[in-house]
């Protein structure tokens, strides 16, 4: 069997080696091999250097049987047309894996729950190490800032390959920006990440691996966006490109041809009007039409291809294209297939992995799981780890509501106020937390940086129902009736509606909120739903109080303003004031309009992002951003909490997490490709 030497940027067929083998690096035992400019993983030339050696190249043995599960894609390549001419070179956390396998995951529907699945496979740009700090080079080989964060510049490995075999460079970022991003017929509302202070970069193709990031002001947190979230830089421009009419002048025929109504009907059955990574593919949403159309799923750069998916769940192969190796230069993944299992249920999902059925699971596992995983974890062979949540279950009262009496009391500071103060945050954490989480309020930032101070953290969190009660009856929301329940000021009746998704937050803590609240005199029905149905009700601004887990990360705030900005968060979250952002949105044409704190906060992030981190100015903006947004209490918090990460000790090279939730997209810096199975 022929093996590929790289040397420099020449791949070249070998038949035995011409130079010393290279020694099998782990993190675990680097052999004496120096560490690298980057934690656990080394440029091929850089590897080769410091370790004297010349590495080889070989393939899962089953790569031929992935490709030809893959629609649309040809006969398989070589290797050595397969790998970039510098692949990323990963040193595994314990030891070399050997192929094989079926990774067993657990979601809760199509695009619910998936994320940790997702973070399994995920690849962009950039991504952060395991320490959560440092960033490292993934797709791109490289970066460089100019002085004044007005200018970023990447360069890309030369010979990478999408899933399909096509060349993947500069053209597709500029693509993916251009044409996508901006495009009001592809995403009707631009996000904040592609902007900079509301305005559009210029984005250059310089040559097919170079591409650069021009800037209207700073933003340093460009890089870390790019670092941690599930938004790729980049699409392939070949595949969806010839649907697209300012790339293709025939794409509306093109897609005419597959039965398509025009182009942009087909990048919506591709790409969607999202730049979320599980949206259904045609496979799911199109099923009538995926045999005549050009693949089933669109290309892609992740460690596994979607190749069938149903309301039941998506399987995963391999991707005979993906761009890394291990120090042993064994093409990466390792696992050979993945199977993605839809469950809607919280009670079944426990019961499967209480059961031993799923290999991992970190999302939508509440602390309520934590004592029967942990008392069935030896006899089950899995681990149970408990790990800081960055997020924090929050409440929202909807203070744009279509209720209009609603509306003024949700809007009144000192109605929300009294909820917060009637929140008992000890009993909380105490029962639903097992005294291991911190009562504190909502600050936005987690964990909380230096500029935010213990007293800021603690406004209105004080459990006061002496307070709440005269604050309720300062609003005028008092029984009316005598029945012991407080009614709006117009007399009608006030229950809040509390629909529950257990994927984001703890229904034994809205339970016991909901007793709090009902303690001074405001009733309300708790009731679970599926996400999809509270994420549903939430854009129609259907809900009275919407909850979720809710803070991230100040390196993640520096690339996104999205917590900032109405309505506070992304489809996927915790969101807030619906009307306000329509309002924004349209430019005053409909919605209604914020107070003048919301159009501050637009202002202060923008100056946050593009302040020196850490310089007085930077301070001096943050501190200011989060005293008007928790002093507005448009967001309430309860307590800081731990979460379950569960695996299966089959699944080795898997390494114990610093922290559980979708700030860093959960797995991404665990390195998921270099997971394997010994069973």
Not at 291 to 304: F, K, Q, V
Not at 338 to 366: H, P
């Amino acid at each position: 069997m022929k093996r590929f030497l790289l040397s420099g940027v020449a791949l070249v067929a070998l038949t035995t080696a011409a130079s010393a083998a290279c020694p099998a690096v782990t993190v675990a035992d680097p052999q004496g091999v120096a560490a690298g400019a980057f934690p656990q993983q080394y440029e091929l030339s850089e590897f080769q250097s410091l370790a004297n050696c010349t590495l080889e190249f070989s393939a899962n043995p089953s790569s031929d049987e992935f490709n030809s599960k893959i629609q649309g894609n040809g006969a398989l390549a070589a290797l050595a047309d397969r790998l970039p001419s510098e692949p990323l070179v990963v040193a595994p956390y314990d030891s070399i894996g050997h192929y094989g396998g079926t990774l067993n995951m657990l979601s809760n529907a199509t695009e619910s729950g998936t994320t940790d699945n997702m973070s399994v496979r995920h690849v962009n740009l950039v991504r952060y190490s395991d320490d959560l700090q440092t960033i490292v080079p993934n797709v791109a080989k490289s970066w460089e800032w100019n002085d004044d964060f007005t200018q970023l510049t990447f360069k890309l490995r030369e010979g990478h390959k999408w899933s399909d075999g096509s060349p993947f460079g500069a053209r597709d970022v500029k693509f993916w920006y251009d044409n996508l991003a901006l495009d009001k017929q592809v995403r009707e509302n631009t996000k904040d990440y592609v902007l900079v202070g509301g305005e559009r970069m210029e984005v250059v193709v310089i040559d097919e691996t170079t591409v650069q990031f021009n800037l209207p002001a700073p933003k340093p947190g460009l890089l870390s966006h790019f670092a941690q979230s599930y938004a790729q830089a980049f699409q392939p421009m070949h595949f969806l490109g010839q649907f697209h009419p300012d790339v293709d002048a025939n794409a509306d025929a093109n897609a005419q041809a597959i039965g398509f109504e025009n182009g942009y009907a087909v990048i919506a059955a591709y790409y969607g009007g999202s730049d979320w990574m599980d949206t259904p593919t045609p496979m799911l949403a199109h099923p009538d039409k995926v045999a005549g159309m050009p693949a089933s799923a669109s290309p892609t750069l992740e460690a596994y291809k979607v190749i069938s998916e149903t309301t039941e769940g998506r399987h995963y192969v391999a991707n005979p294209y993906f761009f890394q190796v291990d120090t042993a230069g064994n093409q990466l993944p390792y696992i050979n297939e993945q199977d993605e299992l839809f469950v809607g249920d919280s009670e079944v999902r426990l019961l499967k992995l209480v059961n031993s059925e799923v290999d991992y699971k970190s999302q939508a596992l509440n602390l309520d799981y934590a004592p029967l995983l942990l008392e069935n974890q030896e006899k089950g062979n899995f681990t149970v780890d408990l790990k800081p949540e960055i997020a924090m279950g929050t409440f929202a009262f909807n203070v744009t509501s279509e209720d209009p009496a609603k509306r003024e009391v949700f809007g009144n500071l000192k109605f929300r106020q009294a909820m917060s103060v009637a929140i008992n945050r000890d009993e909380i954490n105490e029962v639903a937390y097992f005294g291991l989480g911190k009562p504190q309020q909502y600050v936005a930032f987690s964990p909380p940086p230096s500029f935010i101070s213990e007293e800021v953290m603690q406004h209105y969190a004080q459990f006061d129902p002496d307070l709440a009660n005269a604050l309720l009856d300062e609003v005028g929301v008092v029984d009316k009736d005598g029945d012991g329940i407080r009614d709006l000021p117009n007399g009608d009746k006030l229950v809040l509606n509390l629909q529950v998704a257990t994927q984001g937050i703890s229904i034994k803590m809205v339970e016991l909120v909901a007793q709090n609240w009902k303690d001074v005199g405001i009733d309300s029905t708790v009731k679970e739903v599926t996400t999809d149905e509270y994420r549903s009700a939430q854009s129609a601004n259907s809900l009275d109080v919407t909850m979720y887990g809710k803070g991230l990360p100040t390196a993640v705030i520096l690339g996104s303003a999205q917590l900032f900005l109405p309505p506070y968060d992304t489809y996927f979250d915790l969101r807030t004031a619906m009307l306000w952002a329509e309002f924004i949105d349209t430019n005053g044409a409909s919605g209604v309009e914020p107070p003048a704190y919301a159009y501050s906060m637009i202002d202060d992030i923008n100056a946050f992002q593009s302040a020196v981190v850490g310089s007085d100015e930077s301070n001096e903006i943050g501190a200011r951003l989060v005293k008007t947004m928790t002093e507005s209490m448009l967001f309430i918090g309860t307590v800081t909490a731990v979460k379950p990460v569960y695996h299966s000790n089959n699944l080795k090279n898997f390494t114990e997490f610093k922290t559980d939730g979708g700030a860093f997209l959960r797995t991404y810096p665990y390195r998921g490709p270099q997971w394997y199975l010994d069973e």
